[in-house]
Structure formats: C-alpha cells, structure tokens
C-alpha cells in the first residue's frame, strides 16, 4: 500500500454514489452471434475515489473488456483490432483451440501491430469459464487493463437464478488517479510481480450484489491479476465448487477457501440461506495476512424464494490417476532466479531464460509426467497452454484435487509432479503468470508431435 494511501472512509459514500449510478454491475455484453470484433485502444475508467477518469488500455474502451459468450460445440470468430501503440496478441487462457490461434506472438502467430488485426477462430469444445488477455509485454498490458471473460454455455440450462461472472483485477495506483508507469521493476522481479493497491471486481471497487434469501447462484471467480494471488472467503454462505479452471470437478465440494492464482477460476455454486433477509455478506480475501473486502452479496428483505433444486454436472475422471501411476516424469522444471536477461535479473527454468528455454518434448495421446520444483522463496503460479493437468503429488506427498487445472501455484520452496494426456498437437507456452516473472524469462513450451510422427 505503499504509493497509495489516500482511500479513507469518506469515499464510501462517493463509491456508494458511484455504483447506484453506474448501469455494468453485470458485464458488458459482446455483441451476440458468432462474430466478435474487440479493438484494443487507450481509454479511461473511473475508480469512485479520484475525481479524474484513470487512464487505462481496454478491449471495446471497457474495463474490463467485454464478456464474449459462446455456446459448447459453436465456432465463434473474433476480429481482433490493435489500436494500441505497440504490438500485441489475445491469448484464451485456458480454452482448447487450435495451436495456431493460441494468441503467442513469436510461437504460434506474429506479433499484431499498431493499426493491424487478426481473426481468430475458436471452437468451443468445453463448456465453462476461460478469460482472454494480451501475450505480448504482458505485465504492461494486464496491467492497463487488458483482459476479459470468456464464458461457454453448455446446451442444457440450469435454474440458478443469477449467473455472474466475477473479473477480478488488482490495479496498482497512484494518489494521483494514474496508473503507476513502471513495470517489471527490481522489486517486482525480485518480489512476486507487481502487487497492486486496488483490487476491483468487474471494474468496480467492492461492488455489492442484490440477491434473495433462498435463492440459487452461480459466481464464476477469474483472477485475472498481474501478479496476486486471492483466497476469496464466503463466510456463512453455503458455497460449492463445482468447477475448476472451466472444466467441472469430478465430484462437488464444500468451498473452504481456494488459492485462486492468477490464471486460476472457480466457479462456485450458492445457495442464500433462507433467513438472510436484510443480511450483509462481505467477501473477502484470506490470502494475505491483511485481509480486506471483495464484494458483497446484500440480501433483500423479502419473503425467501423456493431453492430450486438440481445437481451441476460433474466430469467424469478423464485423467485417472491409474493411467499416470507407471509414468516416470519425463521433465522436471527447476525454478529459480539468476543473473542475466533484460532485466538483470531472470527466472529460470533449468537455468535458462525464454526464448532459449528447456522445451518438453512430448506425443499427442500418452500419459505425462511434469515436475514444478520451485527453487526460489517466491511464488510462482505455472500455466500450460492447451492441455489440463492434474496434481499428482505436492513435496513428495499424493494429492488427490477431484479437479483438473491449467494453473497451479507454487509456493516458496515446493515440489509438485503435475500428470496430463496431451490432446492437441502443436508448440504450447508453460509459464508463470506472474507476468513480471515471465517478462524475465520464466517460460518455455511443451512440443506435442502428432502421433504418426517419429
Ligand atoms: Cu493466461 Cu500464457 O496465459
Ligand atoms: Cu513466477
């Protein structure tokens, strides 16, 4: 909190002003069809504290950029337009697609520069929560801003009442309503990445939801931070994870508290209790040691509705641990920090920096084995493009997530031997999400052959 401290009690009320005014607690609709078209430009946005607008780069002028919406099974295109002034690419974190609109400058496409556009073609083959966001100078571009939710509709609808998607975004901010202009500093680098002062949901600062006593939600929870990890806790809400990382858990749970990395969703199923009327549910994150509030759910004071009743789907276990159990691993990543890089200081994976990096090597369809081992006393939240992963073992012990994922955090010193099947062939990023740590190096690719190859 260092460069702002000016957030005292007196704002409340202009926030409280500023959200009864503002029409987008729910996000901003694309156009609907099949057909997007997202223009990254300079813009503003106004946080509720400052009494100017904050200069930021969105996607549509909108923070955060619009929700695209498809349905499982439909291809849906996307112009993307670059009105920014330096180059940059959409990655769909977390989404299945053909490599070559996987969005990574320099691996699967060349850099869209200023004034220049792509298409690109997805199809939708998982139903759940994903998010889109730049993949070029990225702790730069998220960090003005860039990013939004992609959400796939699966065919059969269920009867939750309210169905949102929680964006959140953490903004690092100066008193004087600017975003603070440097990036990938000395501290960041030797730090976890560059920890804001603001963290905002869809935008808004702690903004609050009306809901009603008995009712039945889904909150889809992205993190879509530079660098933050969150532990959102729902205090005396019943709450369900029923997905993870856009595929639904094999079996549904009690949320307890889930280290959401950045990268990482959950999506949570709520029942309001029945005799909430009039109750307040503050939102919070438990990660850090100060904790502080997210959003808030206000129940109306009304008669309870009748909780409908239904089972959200679960997966089936595609990536049984029996499949995995005979594998050796066949990589292991050592991550930590070195001399050297851009920046002077690097993050290594096996002691090089990207783009000369320890590829993994591997083929379409067989069981794999990774290994995470985490060198350093920082944290380091490891994506891999275009696959899911299970969690095999975390420092020597069997962990057994009734979940897949395409990010896990590591913490300070850990060991995790991560097991997945790769599906599609082509050249696929791993890399921190921290984007300061992947600015310094730490990222390589998993090259999956197709299977006739030798
Ligand atoms: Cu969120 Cu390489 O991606
Ligand atoms: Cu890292």
Redesign the pocket.
């Known amino acids: 909190m260092k460069v702002f401290e000016g957030i005292g009690m007196k704002t409340i009320a202009i926030l409280i002003l500023f959200l009864m005014s503002n029409g987008y607690l729910t996000p901003v609709s694309a156009d609907s069809g099949k057909k997007f078209k997202i223009t990254a430009e300079k813009s503003s946005h106004q946080f509720p504290f400052f009494d100017t607008q904050t200069p930021v780069w969105a996607y549509n002028g909108s923070i955060p950029g619009p929700t695209i919406r498809g349905r499982k099974g439909q291809t849906i295109e996307i112009e993307f337009i670059n009105n920014l002034d330096e180059p940059s690419s959409i990655h769909w974190h977390g989404l299945i697609v053909d490599n070559a609109m996987d969005g990574v400058p320099g691996v699967t496409q060349d850099p869209v520069k200023p004034g220049e556009s792509f298409t690109y073609r997805l199809k939708l083959q998982d139903a759940g929560t994903f998010w889109y966001h730049p993949h070029l100078n990225g702790s730069e571009q998220l960090g003005h801003g860039l990013k939004g939710a992609l959400i796939v509709e699966s065919n059969e609808k269920l009867p939750w009442s309210q169905d949102i998607v929680w964006l959140i975004d953490d903004w690092l901010l100066e008193k004087t309503g600017s975003i603070y202009p440097r990036f990938n500093t000395g501290h960041d680098l030797m730090h976890d990445?560059r920890w804001g002062n603001v963290v905002t949901i869809n935008g808004l600062y702690q903004p609050e939801y009306s809901v009603s006593p008995g009712e039945r939600i889904r909150i889809r929870l992205i993190n879509g931070a530079n660098a933050r990890v969150l532990t959102p806790i729902f205090d005396g809400i019943d709450a369900k994870v029923i997905a993870v990382d856009g595929k639904p858990v094999t079996q549904i749970f009690p949320y307890n508290g889930f280290v959401l990395a950045p990268g990482n969703r959950i999506d949570l199923d709520i029942t309001i209790p029945v005799g909430a009327q009039g109750h307040t549910y503050v939102v919070k994150d438990g990660f850090t040691r100060n904790k502080f509030p997210l959003a808030s759910l206000k129940v109306k004071a009304v008669q309870p509705i009748q909780t409908p009743v239904f089972n959200p789907p679960t997966a089936e276990d595609f990536l049984p641990a029996e499949i995995l159990a005979g594998v050796a691993p066949f990589k292991t990543w050592d991550?930590e920090a070195i001399r050297g890089g851009q920046y002077g200081i690097g993050?290594a994976m096996n002691r090089l920096l990207w783009p000369n990096s320890d590829t993994a090597d591997i083929r379409l369809g067989q069981p794999q084995k990774i290994v995470f081992n985490n060198n350093s006393s920082?944290?380091?939240?490891m994506h891999i493009h275009g696959t899911f992963f299970r969690v095999l073992e975390r420092n020597g012990k069997p962990e057994a997530e009734p979940f897949t994922r395409d990010t896990v955090l590591l913490n300070a010193r850990e060991t995790l031997v991560i097991g997945l099947v790769p599906t599609e062939p082509g050249i696929w990023l791993s890399h921190?999400h921290?984007q300061s740590?992947a600015a310094a190096g730490?990222m390589t690719t998993v090259n999956v052959a197709p299977q006739n190859q030798n």
Do not use: A, E, Y
């Open positions: 990445g991550l993050w920082r944290l380091h939240p921190c921290i740590h730490m």
